[in-house]
């Protein structure tokens, strides 16, 4: 199988989003009016972000599920993805389960892929391009947080960390269907775009959560000259991280990586609309803390509580060249 046959197999699916799609030298698709575009990109790198038995239809998932994530945190509309590839060799069995991964969550979101790259490279890699709409001067950034706001997550936290853990053997954890859990959290997370897009309007700052809380709620603080301090207590832990000693569920929940979920500020006063949203999408959403003023000279930091009091706490979010 050559590049084009591999690409004309498992990359090339009916799309309507752009007038010329894979194929040509470029895509080519019309701007729309009133609208901006939201663009990020994403690397996967065998044996640092996968290891190379994953199952590849939950490799395929997560590589466009992580970009996604980036556009829902913006609030943004999924319109088209680019896709390289970088493969040690046409494997047939695993270039259809990766694509089957890939595609199901692209539908899902009518996100269509329009081109990319192939190569052949001495490690597997995965980088993503993805694109979204948002109304023009729309999108959630994360420099707006005030003084005052509610700070919200979604979901619940550690447990795609935990998954890691369970696989790696770090943690036992006796109950079967909470395991599963934990690992399905980790292989296929859902990246909340829907309800990024509802909260635009509504959130003062939104990010996605991919490093952990600890390591990505400052990123909020630091872009918005802020500090915050955020209730250990009130964060959002599934049944399985609460089979676990307090201050190790504490830890996953705010050190751990791949959360996939949206941590966003909002004035306290939009509680009830947020509330109502937390519904109307069937997700969790908990108000965890505040945002405070920086003093003069002061870093943005979190301040971490434990039954209302201040309490020593060292998380650390994930680092790639810190760790
Ligand atoms: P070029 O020679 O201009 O780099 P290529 O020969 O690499 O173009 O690619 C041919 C067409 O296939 C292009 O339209 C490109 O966008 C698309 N393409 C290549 N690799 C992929 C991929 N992994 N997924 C989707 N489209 C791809
Ligand atoms: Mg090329």
Redesign the pocket.
Known sequence: MG??D??RR???RDQQVARV???????IFGAQVGYEHCISTDMLVEGRHFLSGVDPAALGHKALAVNLSDLAAMGAQPHSF????GLPEADEAWLSAFSTGLFGLAQQHGCA???????RSPLTFINITVQGLVPHAGGVLRSGAQVGDDIWVSGQLGDAALGLALRQERIGLSDATLRARAIRRLEWPEPRVALGMALAGIASAMMDLSDGLAGDLPHILRASGRQAAVELDHLPLSDALRTLPRMQAFSLATAGGDDYELVFTAEPRAAARIEALADEHGLQLSRIGRILPLAAGETAQIEWLLDGRPTRFEAQGFDHFND
């Open positions: 590049e084009f591999l690409i498992f990359f090339t799609g894979i194929g040509d030298d470029c895509a680019l896709l390289s590839l892929l329009i081109g990319g790259d192939t190569t």
